[in-house]
């Protein structure tokens, strides 16, 4: 997510400095965290799998994600040959890349690119299934955009209740139809108009 918004959990968020940002600008790296923060723990050879990928490289990818924090060896389970990672936060928050650190700004889009990249596939594989959905289901999709005219306060204002608002949903874990659901935001000045 691009707008910084201190963790509510420290434990269970992280906001990552240039380098940790410039290591999640893979796309690669963003789909495994995903998994494991979505899926829970896996092994190279299961992620390899699930991401059609030698495990050479998984590898790679998940050492340079432990590396900067993102998951840890989960030492419950596995052993020497059969390594178990875990997600070590459930969320990423980043803060605006600053026009002064060259290097932040290069990691700062780098990140951006690749989440746009993640959130596109999302979007074109929830596109691709939404009609065979359960009636239920299929009610409770959207692609919607709205073209407003704002101020930077006000437009500050409007992402801080869309925070507010998905932060306070309880969710039903273990309830009955319960199902994971996606609420991927993006919010911008439209392209070419800001001077």
Known sequence: MW????????RTAVTPDAAGLKALGHPVRLRM??????EGPATATG????????TGATS????????HGFIEEDEERGNARDRWWRAA?????????SAADPEEAEAHDAYSQALAVFYGEQLHNAVSER???PADWLATTTMSDWNLKLTPAKAKALLEALFELIEDVDE????DGVGDYVVQLATF???????
């Open 60 to 67: 790679y990818h998940l050492r340079q994600l432990a590396q």
């Open 3 to 10: 707008f910084y918004r201190a963790p509510m959990d420290e």
């Open 89 to 97: 936060h459930q969320s990423t928050y980043t803060g605006g890349a």
């Open 172 to 175: 039903e874990a273990g309830a």
């Open 33 to 38: 965290l995903g998994l494991l923060r979505i």
């Open 47 to 54: 992620l390899a799998t699930r991401l059609g990928l030698n």
């Open 189 to 195: 000045p439209r392209p070419g108009t800001i001077q």
């Open 131 to 133: 009609m065979s959905l």
